[in-house]
């Protein structure tokens, strides 16, 4: 029995990147041997281990077939004479593909096993695919897209890019599960450069595909006023790099890439404007985040920022009354930690333009201090001095608020 460490872990060691955790591949052993060696199985599809004391996950080798359209349709075939290179055979990227042996006490020892010429696309920052069994799973082209998205400066090989666009045009990528492809994206969203990612899909017609309101964006006009060279799907493309670049969350990211969906569907005749996009985004966004089943926490915070965000930029116009209402529309008194992320996907968006990186957004310092003197006000306190008129007390708390709002911002307008 062989143990090895196998994937990516050998892959970031080579590339001096720090390694968070490994996959490990067992040769010449059974299940039963496993067992008996204190291993707890865990395996559903095909056999795999936790260690008795670091309890990572051990798998024996195997190979795997074909048998139904979509991601699940694998039959898997585990024995003591699968070989190394055989398990290596069955992943996607080369640089995925390499392996090393570990030592019993869990040390790597010996030299790189590369059967596929990994180090060498590692060092021509090359994603390329092992065999032509990558086209059986259409998660593949997912996963290399995160990678495009976490190792930026690499290229997809150009027989990678049309196996991949070979398994679009078959409707491989049509069966994939919404949990997976959901997975894979937030993955994505949550590298250094997520754009890439986008990229990637739009290239070999994934994206068309998984993510058709996305894609849709590519072509559309921007205001004319903004940078009238970029179009709606580079420069939401910028924003979401901006939020990356910023290290937002993911449920801010995602409002970043769902902000401007609307503009998709723009009537012709009033192009480059974009008048009712936020309305028109929010009725695109929540059939989107259904499909995906995309988290509550992410889902919440993008419609609020596809709602609001044209609100949001003008609130240097805004009179305190406008304020709070924002506030009361975005539920940012009971909530304004969802509020700050809110602000922080606008920062996204307005600097998410050529040129205007850096610029000052005094619109956040301005809600910021507006939403600490609405919530100062004690709506019980107000309340109870309508005690004998509850009809009132919606109204006479709206207007303390209102009035917190003014003395704080030295605002008199209404």
């Known amino acids: 029995m062989n143990i090895y460490a196998v994937g990516g872990a050998i892959r970031d060691e080579l590339l001096g990147v720090p390694v968070v955790d490994r996959d490990y591949v067992v040769v010449g052993a059974t299940p039963e041997q496993m067992v008996a060696q204190g291993y707890r199985p865990v395996g559903k599809d095909f056999p795999v281990f936790l260690h008795p004391q670091t309890h990572e996950e051990y798998a024996l080798a195997r190979t795997e077939r074909k048998t139904a359209a979509g991601y699940h349709g694998f039959q898997f075939y585990y024995s ?28 790597l020892t010996g030299p790189v096993i590369d059967p596929y010429d990994g180090q060498s696309d590692l060092a021509r920052k090359l994603f390329r695919h092992v065999g032509d069994a990558f086209i059986e799973d259409p998660v593949r082209i997912l996963r290399l ?32 599960v919404p949990e997976r492809v959901w997975q894979e994206v937030s993955r994505g969203l949550m590298e250094k450069k997520p754009s890439r990612m986008f990229e990637v899909l739009r290239g070999c017609g994934a ?51 769902t902000h401007d969906l609307g503009k998709a569907t723009t009537p012709e005749d009033i192009l480059p404007r974009h008048i009712g996009h936020e309305g028109r985004s929010v009725d695109l966004l929540r059939p989107l985040c259904e499909r995906l089943r995309v988290p509550n926490e992410c889902r919440d915070l993008a419609v609020l920022v596809a709602r609001e965000h044209g609100n949001i930029h003008r609130v240097m116009e805004a009179g305190a009354a406008a304020l709070v209402r924002l506030f009361e529309r975005a539920d940012a008194l009971r909530k304004p930690a969802r509020f700050a992320e809110a602000l922080q996907a606008c920062v996204a968006d307005a600097r998410g333009r050529l040129g205007l990186e850096q610029q000052p957004y005094p619109q956040a310092e301005r809600l910021r201090e507006a939403l600490v003197a609405a919530r100062s006000v004690d709506a019980g306190a107000v309340a109870q001095q309508y005690a004998d008129q509850p009809s009132k007390i919606k109204d006479a708390v709206h207007d303390a ?9 030295h605002d008199v307008r209404a």
């Open 207 to 257: 994206l068309v595909r998984i993510l058709p309101e996305v894609d849709a964006l590519w072509g559309v006009p921007q205001r004319a006023d903004y940078h009238p060279e970029v179009d709606t799907g580079v420069h939401v493309m910028m924003v979401l790099d901006y939020a990356a670049s910023q290290g937002y969350a993911l449920p801010v990211r995602f409002a970043a890439l």
């Open 401 to 409: 608020r209102v009035d917190a709002v003014k003395t704080a911002l």
């Open 80 to 107: 003591p004479d699968v070989t190394l290179e055989e398990d290596l055979a069955r992943r996607d990227l080369t640089i995925n593909a390499m392996a090393r042996e570990v030592t019993p006490s869990g040390e």
């Open 145 to 176: 897209a995160r990678f495009a998205a976490r190792f930026a400066d690499f290229a997809v090989a150009p027989q990678t890019d049309a196996l991949m666009k070979k398994m679009v045009a078959a409707g491989e990528v049509d069966a994939l």
